[in-house]
């Protein structure tokens, strides 16, 4: 197969070209290859590990399906040639599978409009068609309209066990306004029995709760990907505003459950579900919170780390929570408009086990490949040697205008002050900002220990240390008011029996137990104190929240040296 490198945007979208990738690096967990990435999710892995990517391209007054290869899993892609002429203009994203007679069927988006144009589902539409191959792929069926309506992105179909294809939708109810209580979307799936000559529609009409006061598009339910488990279940998993994703389950791929807030805490994107050959299965979502409004005023956010989890093989326990991709941009003023950050991913197997998932927007798509083994760790640690790359350590301020609010870096790398050759964590308050703040993600655990060595320099304000299930922004007052355990830490205070003294290194120890919704204080070895959750937690504890207890300027702060967790999922 002749390899090149694809250079016009049509095809490949230049990913985190010029900016340093950032994600967990705990031994191979995550390895992004040199590649360029891409936009959609119509690659489709061949039984030979082959990759086959389809995807429209306008031609004149018609379009062309564009068919490209890679052998090396995603890293080169061969030239690209036409498979197939679509008719006219209009036609958009496209979700792709392989089904069970080697043939590919793709679900593609084509806009059209009528009358004036304006409003989703009354003069604007984005219709899915369907097309598929025959003859080895060697050739394609007309395309033919499955739905006519308005959707977002085709996120996913899959074929089951049993020959059916099953194909979701997110659906624009025309004239709804984007308010409570369910906002104007629904989703809705699609199912065939012969292999995609025909589908029919389900008749549920899947909805998630609409907040008038979120920060975001009161959109509905949305974007949805499913998965067949090995027991036949088959879970669907949407986009939502209710700051979960929502769930829904069917036997059979027709008949659904009323859609409830899933265990996955996550901010307005999209999920991706993968099964693996041992089936478990993979998720990867933004399991992160948006930001609160500022002075009535919406904020971007919510998409500022990608994260994986690993289910067992029947979907009951779910294992990592553990962020996979970071935005290499986080710590920098953002751009004024577009959407931007580690959302809408695709997911692909690998010949080796590992998934290769590919995602991003606004100039930071990336493809990473992450090892399954790795979810599954129970220990992590961090001493800052490698710098900050574990860490999200960013800050807001000023006005929010049009969906956009400044950022700069906050906490950061400071030398040691008993090994100058050494770095650690610096978080205080140098002005009148709000106070720094940091977080660190590490594998979810039930039960758990995790160790903060930390010091007081005099004239501290003081710190405190906390533990939650999700990600909030660093210095985002609703992460604090929302962590399982925030344990304040200030000179002359004690904690735990413990009194805090400047300029000495304490080390502070919580040992949780999510049973319990308890966690055990120590400092130095010292005698435990009990804490109650101050909220529950579904999945365990997967991130170490540290923050400024200042409320005015305070240049001293509070020094991290490395920190320390292992955990349990009985």
């Not at 068919?67 to 197939?84: F, M, R, T």
């Not at 977002?152 to 984007?178: D, F, Y």
């Not at 292999?195 to 008749?203: I, L, R």
């Amino acid at each position: 197969m002749q390899r090149i490198t694809l250079i016009f945007t049509a095809l490949l979208l230049l990913g985190t070209r010029g900016f340093a990738l950032s994600a967990a690096r705990d031994g191979a967990g995550v390895e992004f290859p040199e590649a360029k990435s891409w936009a959609g999710r119509s690659t489709v892995v061949m039984p030979s590990g082959l990759w086959h990517r389809y995807l429209t391209q306008a031609d004149g007054d018609d379009t062309k399906l564009v068919h490209i290869e890679s052998d090396d899993e995603g890293v080169s892609w061969s030239e690209p040639y036409a498979a197939a002429r679509l008719p006219g203009k209009g036609w958009g994203g496209s979700a792709a599978i392989l089904d069970r007679r080697g043939e590919i069927q793709m679900f593609i988006t084509r806009g059209r409009t009528e009358g004036d144009g304006k409003g989703p589902a009354v003069g604007r539409f984005i219709d899915v068609w369907h097309i598929r191959s025959a003859d080895a792929r060697s050739k394609w069926e007309e395309p033919k309209r499955i739905f006519e309506g308005y959707t977002g992105a085709i996120s996913q179909a899959i074929q089951m066990r049993n020959g059916r294809i099953v194909v979701p939708i997110g659906s624009w109810v025309g004239g709804r306004e984007r308010a409570a209580p369910y906002g104007p979307s629904e989703v809705i799936t699609y199912h065939s029995d012969d292999d995609g000559a025909t589908f029919t529609q389900s008749a549920a009409r899947l909805v998630s709760p609409v907040d008038d006061n979120y920060n975001g598009d009161k959109v509905g339910a949305c974007e949805p990907a499913v998965v067949e488990f090995a027991t036949g279940k088959l879970l669907l998993l949407m986009r939502t505003q209710a700051g979960y994703l929502y769930e829904s389950t069917s036997t059979d791929g027709e008949n659904w459950t009323t859609a409830v807030p899933s265990r996955f805490f996550a901010s307005t994107g999209p999920p991706s579900l993968i099964r693996l050959r041992d089936d478990r299965v993979l998720l990867t979502w933004n399991s992160c919170a948006m930001p609160p409004k500022v002075d009535g005023q919406g904020v971007y956010g919510g998409r500022d780390a990608l994260h994986a989890a690993i289910s067992d093989s029947s979907g009951e326990r779910w294992f990592g929570f553990r962020e996979v991709y970071r935005d290499p941009t986080r710590n920098l003023e953002p751009p004024k408009r577009g959407d931007r950050g580690t959302a809408y991913p695709e997911s692909m197997l690998m010949r080796d086990g590992r998934v290769a998932v590919i995602s991003g927007q606004g100039g930071r798509r990336a493809l990473m490949y992450i090892d399954p083994a790795w979810l599954m760790e129970t220990a992590s640690a961090d001493d800052f040697s490698a710098g900050l790359e574990g860490w999200s350590v960013y800050k807001s301020f000023g006005p929010a205008e049009r969906w956009w609010r400044n950022r700069t870096q906050g906490a950061e790398l400071a030398a040691h002050p008993d090994a100058p050759t050494k770095k650690v964590l610096r978080i205080r308050k140098p002005d009148e900002k709000s106070a720094d703040g940091a977080t660190w993600n590490f594998p979810n655990g039930e039960r758990g220990s995790l160790s903060v060595r930390l010091q007081l320099p005099a004239g501290s304000s003081g710190g405190s240390v906390g533990l939650i299930d999700c990600m909030y922004d660093p210095c985002d007052d609703q992460g604090e008011a929302a962590t399982m355990v925030r344990i304040p830490v200030k000179i002359g205070a004690p904690v735990a029996g413990t009194t805090i003294t400047a300029d000495r290194w304490h080390t502070v120890k919580l040992d949780w137990d999510t049973a319990s919704q308890s966690c055990a204080i120590s400092v130095d070895g010292g005698t435990a104190e009990p804490v109650a959750f101050s909220n529950p937690t579904q999945n365990g504890l997967s991130y170490l929240r540290l923050r400024s207890l200042a409320d005015t300027i305070d240049t001293s702060g509070m020094l991290i040296e490395r920190v320390d967790v292992t955990v349990t999922n009985p």
